[in-house]
């Protein structure tokens, strides 16, 4: 089992890190954005525990998280990789799957109103399959499409959710 506590770290890479200080200050934006869309939740009234509760405790958790990880990085904390991971922490990042991920939810979350949830959310699946290093394009689409369809259904009929129907309204 590791050490909960972190050890300090050797003198010659003590200092700011600022891939740390980023994935701190991250955390902390999240958790403040999740604190905000919570206190916008109608509380129920005669109610002691009401559908902000659990909502409440991720979104004061990620705060917490964030400003542990804040204190961690201002006193000089980094994050360094386990011993069995076997990386170089030195090494420049591949960030072309993480690109092909956000590329295809952007594109995705543009055409989602106009074509709709099944073509939209279809892009978003097929770039997460190809950033994996599926490279089977016909296969790709199609498993993303039935994926999407059958969420589509799910949330649509199962959960009575309104979803933009865009252009398979009528057929859906």
Do not use: C, H
């Given at each position: 089992?590791?050490?909960?506590?972190?050890?300090?770290?050797?003198?010659?890479?003590?200092?700011?890190?600022?891939?740390?200080?980023?994935?701190?200050?991250?955390?902390?934006?999240?958790g403040?954005?999740?604190?905000i869309?919570?206190?916008?939740?109608?509380?129920?009234?005669?109610?002691?525990?009401g559908?902000?509760?659990?909502?409440?405790?991720?979104?004061?958790?990620t705060?917490?998280?964030?400003?542990?990880?804040?204190?961690?990085?201002?006193?000089?904390y980094?994050?360094?990789?386990?011993?069995?991971?076997?990386?170089?922490?030195?090494?420049?990042?591949?960030?072309?799957?993480?690109g092909i991920?956000?590329?295809?939810?952007?594109?995705?979350?543009?055409?989602?109103?106009?074509?709709?949830?099944?073509v939209?959310?279809?892009v978003?699946?097929?770039?997460?399959?190809?950033a994996?290093?599926?490279?089977?394009?016909p296969?790709?689409?199609?498993?993303?499409l039935?994926?999407?369809?059958?969420?589509y259904?799910v949330?649509?009929?199962?959960?009575?959710?309104s979803?933009?129907?865009?252009?398979?309204?009528?057929?859906?």
């Open positions: 089992m590791s050490d909960p506590v972190p050890t300090p770290i050797p003198a010659a890479r003590r200092g700011l890190s600022v891939p740390d200080l980023l994935v701190a200050l991250g955390v902390l934006i999240v403040a954005l999740l604190l869309g919570t206190l916008k939740i109608p509380f129920g009234i005669n109610a002691y525990v559908p902000r509760v659990f909502p409440m405790i991720v979104s004061v958790g705060l917490a998280l964030g400003a542990l990880l804040l204190l961690a990085t201002l006193r000089g980094r994050a360094e990789p386990a011993a069995e991971e076997d990386s170089d922490p030195d090494a420049q990042p591949d960030l072309r799957q993480p991920i956000l590329g295809g939810f952007l594109l995705g979350s543009l055409i989602l109103v106009p074509l709709g949830f099944v939209g959310t279809a978003m699946y097929f770039s997460v399959g190809f994996f290093g599926e490279r089977r394009a296969l790709l689409a199609g498993v993303a039935i994926v999407a369809l059958v969420t259904v949330f649509t009929r199962g959960l009575g959710l979803l933009p129907p865009g252009i398979l309204k009528g057929v859906l």
